[in-house]
């Protein structure tokens, strides 16, 4: 895959990321008492609304970051921050490693998983684009010949 059709791949999987992680972002704001929560014996504790909230606003920054490296043409930089955003969507599984998550309504159940999915789609861009950053960035220009005196 040439860069060009790579950006254009990228670009709509990150539209298409950004729009549902918003969902998923502000329902579980929103709603978030309607989340189910681990309980007291957890590993790891529930996180607040408003950590919900400033993660978002820190995932994204990950994916604002990615594209722009992409852009400048720093594959395996952008690579990793893609990585970075691709938790945004990831993470949702962990609403699934809570007893009731199974129980949600259906189309909370959609755009969990929708984000997830998404997660998994940026994860898997940036595995490849690290992979192929060599044949992803042109070779380097050569200076033009000085005009003839």
Avoid at 23 to 37: A, E, L, R
Avoid at 41 to 47: G, H, N, Q, R, T
Avoid at 85 to 97: E, M, P, R
């Amino acid at each position: 895959m040439s860069y060009l059709r790579a950006t254009r791949v990228l670009c709509w999987l990150l539209v298409v990321a950004v729009l549902v992680s918003v969902v998923h972002y502000v329902d579980n704001y929103v709603n978030y008492d309607d989340y189910p929560v681990p309980g007291p014996d957890a590993a790891v504790p529930a996180p607040s609304a408003t950590l919900v909230a400033v993660g978002w606003f820190v995932f994204t920054a990950f994916g604002a970051v990615g594209l722009l490296l992409w852009f400048r043409r720093h594959i395996t930089s952008a690579a990793i921050a893609l990585t970075g955003y691709s938790l945004s969507g990831l993470v949702g599984i962990a609403h699934y490693t809570v007893p009731g998550a199974a129980d949600m309504v259906w189309w909370r159940q959609a755009h969990v998983l929708a984000d997830i999915a998404c997660g998994v789609a940026v994860f898997g861009f940036a595995l490849w684009a690290a992979k192929n950053a060599a044949g992803l960035i042109p070779p380097a220009r050569t200076p033009a010949a000085p005009p003839p005196a």
